[in-house]
């Protein structure tokens, strides 16, 4: 998607408490801007992953405390109905503490089923600038050098397999060289607002994009097979300092249906951290 053609728009229009609903959370209209690339029936994991972590932004204290580590679990489909947030802390501490967010969706009779859940472990900041290593160099070109490639070029031998599709399509990409597998690494970031009239914070917005590691590492023909992912766990190093994430992943998948995507992720100044996803594999029909 070319700079100049950037949508207008947002992954999510917020609505307010109805008058039979619980207080303790925060509602959401999803638009069509966060449909899945298997079926536009359901969304895609990453917008709700980003609507977790907003969640969890905000439920945590200005303590000095940073994300160090997060898991996001896809309990089951996350339709395109009515969402509702909402976010709690099992675990305070001045030095470290647990903050869980869960997103359920509306059922069809007006009831809730939770969808997704994330975890994540927050700890004190502090100087470790003497001894700071990185496990490996920052890919070498940042976005904005890579400007003349934006975009998923779907005729080249190298391209992304699953084209510009639902909210695949509502992201600016750059490609280069990767370094994992045999898979080109990718910087993305979103294209629209994540809440309707909100500024999205880097967390944020590189949390509504990680999900897509998991195709970014394959080459497998995604009308032949499946690889749907039922979580995504990230350790940071370090904070995101802009909304680009660089993801340089690889699938690894096994002979008994199932795998696993690993990926090393990076902010524009270097190395921020890696991913895991657990893969169902599955043919298609």
């Not at 100049?4 to 609903?21: F, I, K, L, N, T």
């Not at 990453?46 to 160090?68: E, H, I, K, N, Y």
């Not at 509306?106 to 003497?130: E, K």
């Not at 809440?195 to 590492?217: K, Y």
């Amino acid at each position: 998607m070319d700079m100049s053609e950037v949508p207008s728009g947002c992954y999510y229009e917020p609505r307010p408490v109805p008058a039979d609903g619980d207080a303790e959370y925060e509602y959401f209209q999803p638009t069509e801007a966060t449909a899945s690339v298997w079926s536009s029936d359901m969304q895609h994991g990453g917008p709700p992953s980003g609507l977790l972590m907003r969640a969890m932004m905000r439920a945590a204290p200005d303590d000095g405390q940073v994300f160090t580590r997060v898991t996001n679990e896809i309990i089951g489909p996350i339709g395109l109905g009515v969402n509702r947030v909402r976010a709690t802390i099992p675990r305070p501490g001045r030095r470290i503490s647990m903050i869980q967010a869960d997103l359920e969706a509306q059922l069809p009779d007006g009831s809730f089923r939770l969808a997704s859940r994330a975890v994540a472990w927050r700890m004190l900041g502090a100087d470790s600038t003497p001894i700071a290593h990185s496990p490996v160099e920052p890919l070498p070109a940042s976005p904005d050098q890579l400007k003349q490639i934006l975009g998923f070029p779907t005729e080249d031998e190298d391209a992304v397999p699953w084209g510009m599709v639902g909210f695949i399509g509502k992201t600016i990409t750059a490609r280069q060289p990767g370094r994992n597998g045999s898979t080109p690494a990718l910087w993305i970031r979103p294209a629209l607002d994540l809440v309707a009239g909100e500024q999205m914070s880097n967390l944020e917005a590189v949390f509504t994009v990680i999900d897509i590691a998991n195709g970014v590492g394959t080459r497998v023909d995604p009308q032949q097979w499946s690889w749907m992912n039922m979580d995504t766990t990230v350790h940071l190093v370090s904070q995101p300092t802009s909304p680009w994430l660089g993801i340089d992943s690889d699938l690894a998948i096994g002979s008994g249906g199932y795998g696993a995507s690993f990926a090393d992720l990076y902010d524009v100044t270097g190395f921020l951290g890696r991913s895991a996803q657990s893969d169902m594999i599955a043919p298609q029909g």
